[in-house]
């Protein structure tokens, strides 16, 4: 993939305002997840960066609504609540630059091949499914949902690390 000529990453200067959101591990049967390639877009976190499919939590919502509707709105895919389960919870403490502390939290959502080929992206330069190594090898990551992956490839080794 070509990477845009002008790189809004590091020469927007469009301010960015931080809320709570979710994210989706969208994670299929032989193990490869499902992944958005953002858009070059100045006004977005990480623009041209590939992450996970989510966004944030409008007034009322509870996170798994919020989850559920961003699926729907990004891919045309309608989540199995039964079968999504939370995953973990990251904290961003932005006070010091005049926001507040916001929460990102984290679900497994299972899918098949069947419900990757039916996604209709729309939202996101792109949509492509990458076993781990390819994730974190070649990808140009989101940070967040970097670390939640390997959180996620790693678990076994943090469930079996002798307490500190």
Do not use: K
């Not at 931080?18 to 100045?42: F, K, N, T």
């Not at 007034?59 to 199995?80: K, P």
């Not at 403490?93 to 899918?111: K, M, N």
């Amino acid at each position: 993939m070509e990477p845009c000529s002008v790189n809004p990453f590091l020469t927007s200067d469009t301010p960015l305002r931080a809320s709570d959101a979710v994210a989706a591990l969208l994670v299929l049967e032989d193990g490869r997840y499902a992944l958005q390639l953002r858009d070059p877009l100045p006004q977005i976190w990480f623009p041209d960066h590939w992450g996970l499919f989510g966004g944030a939590i409008d007034e009322g919502e509870t996170a798994e609504q919020a989850l559920v509707r961003e699926l729907r709105e990004e891919l045309g895919f309608e989540a199995d609540l039964a079968a999504v389960r939370w995953f973990t919870d990251f904290d961003f403490d932005l006070r010091p630059f005049g926001q507040t502390v916001c929460r990102r939290s984290y679900f497994i959502v299972p899918v098949t091949q069947a419900d990757v080929d039916r996604f209709d992206l729309r939202e996101g330069a792109a949509v492509a499914t990458f076993a781990a190594a390819d994730i974190f090898s070649r990808l140009r990551l989101t940070p967040y949902d970097s670390f939640a992956l390997w959180l996620h490839v790693a678990q076994r080794r943090l469930a079996d690390a002798e307490p500190t």
